[in-house]
């Protein structure tokens, strides 16, 4: 059984998109295929949403696995309930941002911890995010850039800080948008 907290460990994330950090830590991605996570020392503070500590690795040591560009390292959130969706978005950011880390989330209460407790590069989602929820929301939990990708035609009020990309529009305007909206 994989891990429940995959989507949103970094060290997880990483090593999927990097051979070469595959190599360097051979034994983390056959543990996270293999275990409910509970033996990890990243687990106790993604499963209680809290940050975790720069570089830790499974047994308590640390590593240098974190992605950087320039400096700079990307971490996205993205809040879609349509599990297709959430992965082709979550594909388009890891190919036009390289080594990013990507949470996914399927409402805005599932996300909301993560919101407050991680300084996202950018969040994309939905205009309406479950139950009573919006992208207004979203802003009010966290300060960092928000793109709604949304089917609607007609306009619709967004928050500040925030881009409206037409799904129909594809991927390169969502990763246009954001690159936008990030830099
Ligand atoms: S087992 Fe540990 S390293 Fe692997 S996904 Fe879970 S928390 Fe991350």
Redesign the pocket.
Known sequence: M?????DA????QA?RSSVIKRVRYPH??P??EG?E?K?????A???TGRPVPQGL??DGSTGDYADRSAGQSYRFMVIEDSQVFATLTASTLRTHFSGATVDVKSSFAAAEPDLRAIQYTAVICGYGLGGDHTVHDVRRVTRAPIVVLTGRPDEIALPSGSRKVMKASGPDALASAVREMTS
């Open positions: 994989p891990c429940p907290v995959s460990c970094e060290l997880h090593l983390v991605l543990q996270c275990t996570g033996q990890c020392a990243l687990y503070y993604l499963s690795l499974p």
